[in-house]
């Protein structure tokens, strides 16, 4: 059975970055057809006595593209869009995409949310807004790519926990989101190896680092030696744990007062090195980093408890209410209450 992989395009969107994801995938099956065929040819009898003995048949450059020799699920990648149909690039070159109210009961193994100027229009659109909501509850990875991160935190998508996965990017969190989805690190906006890096940990996950490493070399070569730090495959001196352990202390200690000096230090490392380490691997800096974390949990409280505004705000460690209320107000548009009012009206309709 195919793994279905999904990327969600929008008016004006950016073709390199889509066209980027999805050679990967189609890379990885071209990949693995070859190893296929060369364990084959490598199994096939051997010649009679009569006849001469063929040519030994050539193999891949590297054998060991896959840690196993057991045959992978291909890649169905899938474009959708929210009214399917011709949907125009930033440089007028149009993808046909399919609806993606198709998809929403179903869901994806995958979804990439590309961004664009038409994403931020589409975070208006209800209707869309609740076919997206469906499909991230059948969803396994999410991974948004620049503004496509504002179009998950506005369906209010929650974190999800995976064995050996990454440390996630919170981001704010929905009443109704119960089997949700694991949103993995943003692809920032001004990193042009993003989206390849961001198709390649999920090859990688699947077919494991020898083949990300050939789809690397085979799409942009001499770029693996930046993607492989990216995807933890050139880590020196365990730097990548080390800003992992102390993403998952700020989101364990959310409530207690932090400090980049506690990060660091938790890190074992400089705060000059922590916040350049901090940014390049999460995409976030630590503040923002922990202000998503205490928005997940400020989300998660005003909805499944009747806990005071206030008093959630001090759990979640905000200062005070008004100072909640700030935060609700300048992220996501909406204050606590409003916020809280909404999204059990929202489970109630389901």
Known sequence: MAKRIAILIFDAFSLVEVSSVAEVFRLADEIELEHETALKESDAPMATAHSSPPEPPPLPESPEH?????????????????????????????????????????????????????????????????????????????????????????????????????????IALGVAARTAPLVEQAVALDDPLGPIAAALSIVKRDRGANAAREISERSMPGAWRRLGAVLGELDEGGAREKINAAARWMRENYGRPISVAKAAQVAAMSERSFLRRFKSQMGLTPSEYLLRARLDASCLLLVATDLPVDKIARRCGVSSGDGLAKIFRKRLSISPTEYRIAERRRANQR
């Open 66 to 170: 896959f840690e196993s020799t057991e045959p992978h699920e291909p890649y169905e990648l899938i474009v959708v869009s929210d009214a399917g149909g011709s949907v125009a690039s930033s440089g007028a070159m149009r993808v046909w995409s399919e609806r993606l109210e198709t998809y929403a009961s179903g869901g994806f193994d995958v979804l990439f949310i590309a961004g664009g100027p038409g994403a931020a229009r589409a975070k208006e659109d209800e209707s869309f807004m609740h076919h997206l909501r469906e499909a991230l509850q059948h969803t396994r990875v999410v991974k948004p790519i620049g503004e496509g991160f504002g179009i998950l935190a506005a369906a209010n998508a929650t974190q999800g926990t995976e064995a050996g996965a990454q440390p996630n990017v919170p």
